[in-house]
């Protein structure tokens, strides 16, 4: 059997409704905006086709649960709208492989304290505790990762033992905000350790440094802003938060420790 044949056998038993297709759907639904809902692995057989737009996976996968806007013959409009549609339906059902992707911007996020990095995610997460680690308080890494089930969300019910709510003094979007300051410094000192960099960060104690004076800071976010590698975003962001980052990482001076960051 030709590979045509079997895709439109296949596109054919879905047209019916098969049950097959529908008794191990992880969403509890049969229908999202009109289209049915089938198992993520079935509709990935067809994604490279044009029924691909006709159904919706029950599941989410970002390697592998999406149709590139490029794709021939099904129309750049209708791939948007079909994308749309479908990471409404991940939203409203709260898919956890959704939840985690939602969490890679957020300063607890495990995908932030890659040892490729210094780790100022770490640090930044230190004040946020104001010099304490209550007992069901903040980790660091976020054990959770599912942004559907953020204990740090002021309106999530979650408590601690002292039936209080878990760090109700910041919110999640705080996290998000300060994750691109953490970010920004991040990328800055990675600049700063190139050997072509005219300020240069070569071990830890230039680290320490540039952590905790704030000349020091303020000369390493200047080249970050000039820096052409490091995107035109952060370049834009540093400039535009330039006095606010500095002000804030002199605040944290005496929360660095140099055993928790990386130098390599």
Known sequence: MNLERLIDNFAKRLERFDPVFTSSNKTGLNYWKGKPIIPSEEWIEIRNTAHALKYFP???????????????????????????????????????????????????????????????????AKSLNNGTQRRNGMQYPCQVVNRFQCPYERTNTKRNDDHEPINSKFNVEDLFKLQKIAFAVEISLAKARKEDSRIRVRNKEELRLALTDKKSLARILEQGTEAG??????????????????????????????????FY
């Not at 709260?94 to 495990?110: A, D, M, Q, V």
């Open 229 to 262: 590698e490091v995107g035109e975003y952060i370049r834009t962001y540093l400039a535009e938060n330039h006095d606010y980052i500095l002000d804030y990482f002199m605040n944290l001076r005496d929360k660095v420790n140099m055993e928790e960051l990386r």
């Open 58 to 124: 029950d599941d989410f996968d970002q390697d592998l649960t999406y149709i590139p806007e490029d794709k021939i013959g099904l129309g750049r409009e209708n791939i948007t709208e079909w994308g749309s549609d479908y990471l409404e339906l991940m939203e409203h059902v709260k898919n956890p492989n959704y939840g985690r992707l939602e969490c890679f911007h957020c300063l607890l996020s495990p995908d932030g304290d890659d040892p490729i990095f210094v780790g100022i995610n770490r640090l930044v």
